[in-house]
């Protein structure tokens, strides 16, 4: 195919009715199981293109399936990371936005926009909007058949290998959970889970750094302000959260670890009398690598205390100041609703121990048991003595309480994140 | 990038002349801020236009570029107007970025303000526009706009280059290709046609003939390896190049600014940041190749072949004066005087004391030979990956460095090594000089645990962007690059 701009943009809806139609056969397949499935969540649905994608890209007899004309690879770009972290998009192919700066746009976004323009029965998708304490959650239900994709058939963009394949992969996606294909989409190689985590770990940085340069310009922190800044306090919690799932740091349960959801993924499909076919099975071996080869390796497991420590603080931090007034009645707040008191009267505990812990000393795997092991003053001077209970009984003010944050977030920053971004890309001298 | 050329607009130096004529006589500016770094070009073009060289001088000590507004004179701004000069705008983010320092930062009341852009495109509205040759243009006329522009810059001899760099010109009465291989014993010299049409050379790695008193004047751990390094040579008109050594070392990010001792006052007093020492040093290793070029046409000199005089300020060539853009209380006279003095050395040194090459290496990557098909592939390998880098790569905004560039070089063959690295070298020239990539400077750690300001390049703009987005997300390794976007 061209370069060209409309060349370009039949490919792209090309591959969004393809991708729409796999989608649709694992909807399929979940509503046999549960019938009151609704849909997708954006984030499962997304992740399912991109595992999707990558199974595609590993299938054989590349050179000859394109030399007939075939859809060989989609012209995406699977790590697109923007603040929702990574996701599938498309380059634009033309600058769309009156507000200028956007060059890849997810799939998801592409297929909304041209769903928008399209008659009732064209449309891609069905947007279910379910209600949930601390806001509302988009459902996609997809709606491409394989009647719509006939014509990609019929011009011999494919054949019934393809076809089939996209059935097979629907079917696979059945027999796990959404949860299960989260992990599976967003993690194949420890390299790549090494840089998912640095992007984490980078936006929370960026987040945090703007979040205190603001609050820093208050002297009185009243409703106005919890109002311009409970959004980047909570994106602040939100990539930290990210990063530790992705660290898979709590081996408790899938909930809170990739890497359980990941290996229940694998061992669901690869498990005798499911009814994965092979040829998806071959594909997954290609594509993703075991779990031990990417947990286990350093690259992965030794940003683990990394990761815990942004989640202590931000638990601690955010936890503490969405339960005062004036962030308490914030809907941000709400989001954080999970986070019992308990909870951010331990992340202080836990943050009062991370600060002990040079970058020298971060172990290269870390377990929670870890923490029982760490004594000592903290080198570094770092005092964390601002106990959430006296900031809620009003003992502390808060700005007190954020200037005492702000110097152990500049210390994680400085001491443990800053180094590995920059490790990504050392130089030879 | 080669943009379809079917209704191209015919951008001519006259528009340019005109519409910055229109505009500078209505404001009357006390200053101009020219946005880098095509604002600079624009300018430039003006400026070498009136062959009145009075202005040369007067114009320039008036300029800022945007990436300078911080040293600019203050009292500049204190009264009168001031322009800002851009050659089209989009998304508004670097004329807005150069505005809210004028206003936000510096004080500078609105109204004072006055914005000259060449093209504007329709969607533009985040600053006001005060005066343009080309309006509401649409996505397909903006380029078009902006490639007939490049291309302009390009024919008046690679007007795109840093605002930093020195050049010095030269005019032969001899063979090209005997003054060419002159050079090339200074390292492997490509040679190549620019996409404006002039011929060019680079010379990539060239030699240091005074290595060791260039090596014990830089401050400590300061490194030269796997850095910017060449000698470019550029066709300016009929037997005339300007010669263009690029150099930059790279720089640890905590440099204090008395660590440029060593070097000559007239740069090192005016370091006061680690970005700042980055760009003197930069000038400051280029003026030691300037050693290199005229060691190696010392013969030709010398036989008149080759003709040499470094313009004084205010010439009609004066290929000086745009320094002030970025360094304004800069010693032209002085940085003059040094120039003469590393010619000099150049010209005098003994051919046995030199180590220049005695079997000079020109390779030839004029369209038709082999060599101009491993560059242009080069070319879209070099986007390609610095696309990558920047998505791949956390932080990764200022884009790749050259180190990461010459990643792409897989050849274990030594000789093939040198020939593609110089390929890749002369590639990295063509993408800048076509505004595919703009030179930027990053902080990234080495493999001594120190941190260094490194040379890097970035892709120029959303328009570019999205057109190698486009490309790449389809161009897999087993096919051809592209030539044209349509």
Known sequence: MSYGREDFMMHCLDTCFLLTFALRKSFEGYRKRDEQFVGFSEISADKTIRLFDKLWEKRPDKKAREASGRIVDFCLKRNFNDKHGHRVAFPIADETSANGKITLLPVLKTIEIIDKYVPPDAKMFIRHEEKTSWGSVTRLEPQVGASRVLKLYKRNLLDSSDMKLLEYFGNACACITEREIIALGRHETANDTMLSMLWELDRWKQWTEEVFDRLDKHEEINTSVATDEAHRLWQCWSFARECVLKAAVFDNNAFWSDRIAYENALNALFMPGTGVHQDVLNLLKGAQHPSQEIWEDPRVSSLGFTAFCCWSFVNYFVGTLFKTNPFQSHVFSKRLSSVANKDVIEAFHRVNKCVRVTREDRPQQFYLNYLHSITGAPPNGIVVDMDPRDVWKGKIGLRDFIKGAETIANWIIKTHVIPDLENLRIQEI | ?486
């Open chain 2, 1 to 486: 990038m080669n943009y379809s050329s079917s209704n191209s607009p015919n951008i001519k130096e006259e528009h340019i002349i005109s519409f910055l004529n229109s505009a500078i006589k209505q404001t009357q500016p006390s200053m101009i801020i020219t946005v880098e770094r095509k604002g600079t070009a624009l300018l430039r073009t003006y400026i070498e236009s009136d062959l009145n060289s009075n202005k040369t001088k007067d114009i320039w000590s008036r300029v800022s570029s945007s990436e300078a507004l911080r040293y600019c004179n203050k009292s500049l701004l204190q009264e009168g107007n001031i322009l800002i000069v851009d050659d089209g705008i989009y998304g508004g983010k670097r004329i807005g970025s150069a505005l809210d320092s004028l206003v936000k930062e510096k004080k500078v009341s609105r109204e004072r303000v006055k914005i000259a852009v060449f093209g504007v495109h329709e969607r533009s509205s985040v600053v006001s526009v005060d005066f343009r040759w080309y309006g509401q243009l649409n996505d397909d006329k903006y380029r078009k706009v902006r490639e007939a522009l490049i291309r302009l810059f390009q024919q008046k001899g690679s007007l795109l280059l840093d605002t930093e760099h020195i050049e010095v010109p030269v005019e032969i009465k001899c063979g090209r290709l005997e003054f060419f291989d002159a050079l090339c014993s200074a390292g492997v010299g490509v040679e190549f046609f620019s996409s404006g049409g002039r011929l060019n050379l680079t010379i990539h790695n060239p030699i240091l003939v005074n290595d060791q008193d260039f090596l014990d004047r830089l401050p400590a751990k300061v490194t030269i390896r796997n850095v910017v390094r060449k000698i470019r040579i550029v066709e300016r008109s009929k037997n005339r190049y300007a010669i263009i050594p690029i150099f930059y070392p790279s720089v640890p990010s905590n440099i204090s600014a008395n660590a440029l001792s060593g070097i000559d006052s007239c740069l090192s007093k005016h370091a006061d940041s680690p970005e700042s020492s980055f760009h003197l040093i930069g000038i400051y290793a280029s003026l030691h190749l300037f050693s290199t070029v005229f060691a190696c046409l010392r013969e030709l000199i010398r036989m008149g072949k080759v003709n040499v005089r470094i313009p004084q300020l205010g010439d009609p060539d004066d290929s000086l004066a745009h320094l002030l853009a970025l360094f304004p209380d800069l010693d032209i006279e002085r940085l003059r005087d040094l120039i003469e003095q590393f010619v000099e050395i150049g010209r005098k040194r003994k051919s046995h004391k030199n180590k220049l090459l005695e079997r000079p290496c020109r390779i030839e990557a004029i369209e038709g030979t082999r060599h101009a098909e491993r560059l242009n592939q080069l070319h879209w390998l070099i986007l390609r990956e610095v696309e990558r880098i920047s998505d791949y790569f956390p932080g990764s905004n200022a884009g790749a460095s050259l180190s990461e560039l010459m990643n792409l070089i897989k050849s274990e063959d030594q000789n093939n090594q040198k020939i593609e690295k110089a390929l890749l070298s002369t590639a990295l020239d063509r993408t800048i000089d076509d505004a595919d990539l703009v030179p930027d400077m990053d902080r990234m750690r080495f493999t001594d645990g120190i941190t260094r300001c490194v040379r890097t390049f970035r892709i120029d703009g959303e328009v570019v962007l999205s057109d190698i987005r486009r490309v790449v997300a389809i161009w897999r390794s087993a096919l051809p690059p592209p030539c044209k976007i349509e």
